[in-house]
């Protein structure tokens, strides 16, 4: 189910974006999507057609676990993290956020309600804790 964030704004469609223009970018069927989702213990798909379809479209979907995560990021060729951020965006409405050193990060939830002077004060404040090496 795609959870709503607070107050009832919008709800976020960062991994369906992602997950759409990738799959155009990169030619493929929502079916050789989920060919390339297969667990190799298994020889499943992590992740069905239909699934893909539902968060391509913006429709209600189960949120994706680890596993599929990790699946997800494979079959369209993109790192983890990308598709971990898009995921916490969409579900959960947290946002990473990176210091100014991109050495340190933090998990910020609705920072894309924040100003860019808010943003930037936060990546300071990260940077002041984790001070770049």
């Given at each position: 189910m795609?959870?709503?964030?607070?107050h009832?704004?919008?709800?976020?469609?960062?991994?369906?974006?992602?997950?759409?223009?990738?799959?155009?970018?990169?030619?493929?069927?929502?079916?050789?999507?989920?060919?390339?989702?297969?667990?190799?213990?298994?020889?499943?798909?992590?992740?069905?057609?239909?699934?893909?379809?539902?968060?391509?479209?913006?429709?209600?979907?189960?949120?994706?676990?680890?596993?599929?995560?990790?699946?997800?990021?494979?079959?369209?060729?993109?790192?983890?993290?990308?598709?971990?951020?898009?995921?916490?965006?969409?579900?959960?409405?947290?946002?990473?956020?990176?210091?100014?050193?991109?050495?340190?990060?933090?998990?910020?939830?609705?920072?894309?309600?924040?100003?860019?002077?808010?943003?930037?004060?936060?990546?300071?404040?990260?940077?002041?804790?984790?001070?770049?090496?």
């Amino acid at each position: 189910m795609n959870l709503m964030a607070e107050h009832d704004a919008p709800a976020r469609t960062d991994l369906s974006d992602l997950v759409r223009a990738r799959r155009q970018e990169l030619r493929l069927s929502l079916r050789a999507v989920q060919d390339r989702t297969v667990d190799p213990d298994t020889g499943d798909p992590l992740l069905k057609y239909s699934w893909i379809d539902r968060l391509e479209k913006g429709q209600p979907v189960i949120p994706p676990q680890y596993p599929q995560l990790k699946a997800l990021a494979s079959a369209l060729e993109l790192s983890l993290g990308q598709v971990q951020d898009a995921a916490g965006a969409q579900f959960f409405g947290i946002d990473t956020v990176w210091s100014e050193s991109h050495e340190a990060r933090a998990l910020v939830r609705r920072a894309d309600q924040m100003t860019p002077a808010q943003l930037e004060q936060l990546r300071r404040l990260i940077d002041a804790i984790a001070p770049p090496e």
